[in-house]
């Protein structure tokens, strides 16, 4: 009996302190969001590009938006309902509205004042120039499985055009059929694409392989939901750090 007791009483322990300091943890972060928002420091740059719109008329306050956000301090709990308080941090991961119970969060877009230096595009990410294509965070979406995906995009919208002009007859060998500028998520996604089309190209790095990517923190979560390459196929690991990815 009593050896029943001392169970449920460090079970009830190894319970009850973990959760007391989660709740601690998360009552600080709300002191220090409120601490900023007195002293004007929360909202100073609004979302530049994609992110949540929180309609606090279903917000519950479980604060799961607020724990599962990659990037730290984008959101905070305000007087009990989640509120974006960081937006110029979110890259639009999305990760706060897949965690939203009760679907009070979706993913928008930031009002044509805030990007106003973002380049106007069609869908296929071509610019006013024709055959100048942009592809990801110049385009105003951060998230890297956005720019593998726009990279690849790009590339399959060359090489139709390239196909349906060969019909006038093949350019000479020494001309390249596109220039890819910056090997980042899009560059290399558009590279990898390049040669599933077997296209003549070349690709510019004033830097390092990996573009920004290879000057952010150390151990930064890069990915969270699988993305596929060309060539190599689907990544199936739904978290991916920095290292990983340079790594690939």
């Known amino acids: 009996m009593n050896d029943t007791v001392w169970t449920y009483g460090f079970t009830g322990i190894a319970l009850v302190v973990p959760l007391g300091l989660y709740c601690l943890s998360l009552r600080k972060r709300e002191r220090r969001a409120r601490d900023a928002a007195a002293r004007g420091e929360l909202h100073s740059e609004g979302p530049r590009a994609q992110h949540p719109s929180i309609d606090t008329t279903y917000c519950i306050g479980c604060q799961s938006c607020t724990s599962v956000c990659p990037e730290g301090d984008v959101l905070a709990m305000l007087g009990g309902k989640a509120a974006v308080v960081n937006g110029h941090k979110c890259i639009g991961h999305g ?50 499985k ?10 399959d919208t060359i090489a139709s055009r390239r196909s349906a002009g060969e019909a006038g007859g093949a350019p000479a060998e020494s001309i390249h059929d596109l220039v890819i500028v910056g090997a ?28 920004a990517v290879a000057k952010y923190p150390r151990q930064k979560l890069v990915m969270t939901s699988p993305v596929e390459f060309p060539v190599y196929g689907k990544f199936k690991k739904t978290e991916l750090s920095k290292e990983n990815l340079l790594a690939f």
């Not at 990760?95 to 930031?110: D, H, K, L, N, R």
């Not at 726009?150 to 590339?155: D, K, L, P, T």
């Not at 089309?197 to 392989?209: A, F, G, K, M």
């Open 95 to 144: 990760m706060c509205a897949e965690a939203c119970p009760v679907g009070a969060i979706t993913m928008v877009m930031a009002s044509p004042r805030m990007g106003a230096d973002m380049p106007a595009l069609t869908p296929e990410y071509e610019t006013s120039v024709p055959n100048l294509f942009i592809a990801g965070e110049l385009g105003g979406l951060a998230l890297i």
């Open 146 to 155: 956005n720019a593998v995906n726009q990279g690849r995009e790009c590339v």
């Open 184 to 211: 980042g998520p899009a560059g290399i996604s558009a590279s990898l694409r390049a040669i599933e089309h077997n296209l003549r190209y070349v690709t510019i790095e004033r830097e390092e392989i990996g573009g």
